[in-house]
């Protein structure tokens, strides 16, 4: 007997909300014994970032490009799941917002119901083909979608044929209203909600123009909240309608069409115009009648990659029909890797950037635009286009789960102010002028040597400057670094505006460690990243190093030097300390370097043999094994321990005459001149930071007393008689 199949659409809901997912404080008791009852596929993701590509994408099994819903003046153009049932099945279709306008409701009854959109814009979109019953809602009318539902499901009928049913409900999305549910937050805020947050408009707008004394961190956290109570709600709806549904015989998928952001500081908020993780994870739970062939056992949590465009698919699959040229797969039988897809040609948002008017959401009915990404694993690629201007994003999802760090070579957003009908001449030319901060990213390495010469603080001279790929390829190889990164915009200005980076030559591990959150050693996050790592030559590099353009020409040029004079060498870097002398005098600190303290002159020759390299950058070759100590607490100090790795593995370090410029630009692009115009550098003189360095000191100090005493570039590290004396200083560390 073929089951009944049941959709529950629960609109704007994003994957890390329901209590199923993980969230302690989700009231969702309903949903939460549901996916007990099924599978939850906790590596789902939509095609799109809003509803109505989204949802036509649920229904037929294919991307907005193909079934041609990719925006408000289109039809249409695929079949959706009620004509590809067998046709004994009984159909309803619901939906609860203007995306689900059916063709038949007359042009005055639009126009009453205040859409922004008039129905000479909206072509109608052909929602009631194929469905046996239709309904719509108009999102003002909560109850509608579940009444109509259960009504339909509970009638009396002449036979029992087989049902499906698509219940769409808005509950959630309509997180911006002032229902008695959605200001009723204080179990997940811990107060009343900010009384100009009771009612808002739909979109980004709450964002774009904050109420007087509202800051976006509290918008942001109110704002979430109320979708939290709306969402409770909607699961208490959901468990009365619901009820009468036998799940003996019925298969329900409960999916949600695309997420929601809440990060007004990246101006990522509301929905639509991105493809971030916030928008495409969804929650996915399919519950499978008992006796199901290849249904997961109850309670399943499938890690596999699934897709909102497996929803079709899996149901054709348990009532017998056929999903001959459908993209998705079978919810029972994922493949355990596959490229996941996803497209927005309705909308765009522009990363931030000084050419790009803050939260502005750019139109197809206005500009020309398009926007894709792939996912394959943990690697994400974004590709935008607006007017001629492309640029795009890219993401590592294991070492960057929330998206912070874009990996991408080249423009990172648009390079001048968007302009629509604009001629290709006029923006070409205004290409070659620009002079926003992104094109001035760009075009710094070619700018940096006349440029340093005048920007008031000693840098390193350029002595010869060929691009990576003008380097013969005998002398030069790829190298992967690893970056630990809690300040994205500090990264930027100083690795992303490197040519070392922007040729793109490389592979650039970012891990996004903001606060500390994922790691609380740094030893440990380099451990771990270094299983991805592709090269044998790594280097360990700090976020505001910044690679002068002759960098790897002389880095290359200086490995040449010491793998002939010391092949066996095991950690190099830009500046050490001299080994300990004979005479007990206090050994030179050596390198070639600029930090906001000085230009840092070569002292003797390079190569030159250290005792500890300073942590701006550290090299290895991992086929020597040399290894960072995942135990070792902290944030300090983890170059000594590779340093005296080396050295008990009989190899020693060398400073290399590549010179790197360490702390050059605040985050509002200014020259740091010195080291009081350093927050970070002001820091170091707190009690929680030496707090944190002795901890760290203090490992190492224990671990490696066989080698006592040894120093590092800023202090007498660890002394003979094993007490160190701590951190220096702000004003004497590079």
């Known amino acids: 007997m073929r089951p009944d199949l049941l959709l529950v659409i629960v609109d704007a809901l994003r994957a890390d909300r329901p209590g199923f997912a993980g969230n302690g404080r989700a009231r969702t008791p309903f949903l939460d014994t549901l996916a007990a009852r099924g599978a939850m596929f906790d590596a789902a993701r939509t095609v799109c970032g809003w509803t109505l590509p989204a949802c036509a994408s649920i229904v037929t099994g294919r991307m907005p490009s193909d079934h041609g819903l990719l925006h408000h003046d289109r039809r249409f ?10 046709p004994e099945y009984e159909t309803l279709g619901i939906g609860n917002n203007g995306n689900f306008v059916p063709d038949d409701l007359e042009d005055s009854q639009i126009q009453s119901l205040g859409f922004e959109r008039r129905p000479a814009v909206w072509k109608r979109f ?82 774009k123009d904050p109420p007087e004394g509202l800051a976006t961190a509290r918008i942001d956290e109110e704002a979430s909240a109320k979708q939290e109570a709306c969402l409770a709600e909607c699961d208490r709806r959901l468990a009365e309608a619901l009820s009468c549904v036998d799940l003996a015989r019925t298969a329900v998928i409960v999916v949600s069409d695309h997420g929601e952001g809440f990060d007004g500081a990246r101006q990522r908020v509301h929905h639509c115009g991105r493809l971030h993780d916030d928008l495409l994870r969804v929650p996915l ?46 919810l029972r039988s994922l493949p355990a890797a596959r490229i996941l897809r996803a497209e927005d040609h309705g909308y765009l948002y522009a990363p931030p950037s000084d050419v790009s008017e803050p939260f502005r959401r750019y139109d197809v009915h206005d500009h020309e635009l398009s926007s894709s990404c792939e996912i394959r694993g943990a690697e994400k690629r974004i590709e935008a286009r607006l007017g001629r201007q492309s640029w795009a994003e890219e993401y590592d999802l294991e070492l960057d789960p929330a998206e912070r760090i874009n990996k991408a070579a080249g423009p990172q957003g648009p390079l001048r102010r968007p302009e629509r009908d604009e001629g290709s001449l006029a923006a070409k030319l205004r290409t070659w002028t620009a002079d926003s901060a992104e094109a001035a990213r760009l075009a710094f390495p070619d700018a940096y040597p006349r440029w340093a010469r005048s920007c008031g603080r000693d840098l390193p001279e350029v002595k010869r400057h060929r691009p990576f790929a003008k380097i013969p390829a005998a002398e030069r190889e790829p190298i992967t670094f690893l970056v630990a990164v809690d300040d994205p915009e500090e990264l930027r200005r100083h690795v992303l505006s490197s040519a070392a980076f922007l040729h793109g030559g490389h592979q650039w591990l970012f891990v996004e460690n903001r606060g ?45 030097e010491l793998d002939a004079a010391h092949p066996d060498w095991g950690v190099i870097g830009a500046a050490g300390r001299a080994p300990e002398r004979a005479d007990g005098t206090e050994p030179p ?53 590779l340093c005296n790795t080396a050295r008990s593995l009989g190899m020693k370090s060398f400073v290399i005459d590549a010179p790197v410029v360490h702390k050059l630009f605040l985050n509002d692009g200014s020259v740091i001149r010195g080291s009081t115009e350093s927050a970070k550098i002001a820091g170091r003189r707190t009690d929680a930071f030496r707090a944190g360095f002795l901890r760290s000191a203090d490992y190492v100090r224990a671990k490696w007393a066989r080698y006592l005493p040894f120093r590092g570039t800023a202090h007498a590290f660890l002394a003979a008689d094993g007490q160190g004396d701590g951190p220096p200083e702000a004003s004497s560390l590079p």
């Open 516 to 560: 500390n959150r994922a790691y609380s050693s740094i030893s440990r996050l380099y451990r771990d990243a270094e299983r991805k790592a592709r090269h044998d030559l790594r280097f360990f590099v700090h976020q505001d190093v910044l690679f002068p353009p002759d960098w790897e020409d002389r880095l290359f040029a200086a490995l040449r």
């Open 77 to 86: 153009a695929a079949p959706k799941l009620p004509a590809l049932l067998p």
């Open 589 to 641: 600190n050596i390198g070639h370097w600029s930090d906001p303290h000085k230009l840092h002159r070569p002292h003797g020759p390079m190569p030159a043999e250290v005792q500890v390299l300073d942590e701006l950058w550290l090299g290895v070759r991992a086929s020597r094994g040399v290894r960072f100590d995942p135990d070792l607490p902290g944030f300090h100090c983890y170059g000594a321990d």
């Open 285 to 330: 739970v399919a519950v499978f009648p008992p006796g199901t062939p290849g249904a997961p056992p109850p309670g399943s949590r499938v890690a596999a990659p699934a897709s909102v465009l497996d929803v079709a698919p899996t149901f054709l699959a348990l009532a017998g029909g056929r999903a001959d040229g459908l993209p998705g797969a079978d």
């Open 126 to 207: 052909g929602w009631q083909d194929g469905f046996g019953t239709y309904r719509w809602f108009h999102k003002e009318d909560k109850d509608g979608p579940f009444r109509a539902f259960r009504e339909w499901w509970t009638r009396p009928r002449a036979d029992a044929r087989p049902r499906f049913a698509m219940l769409h409900t808005n509950v959630v999305h309509d997180y911006d209203h002032g229902d008695p549910w959605c200001v009723a937050v204080e179990p997940w805020l811990g107060r009343a909600l900010h009384p100009a947050l009771a009612k808002f408009r739909d979109g980004p707008w709450i964002w």
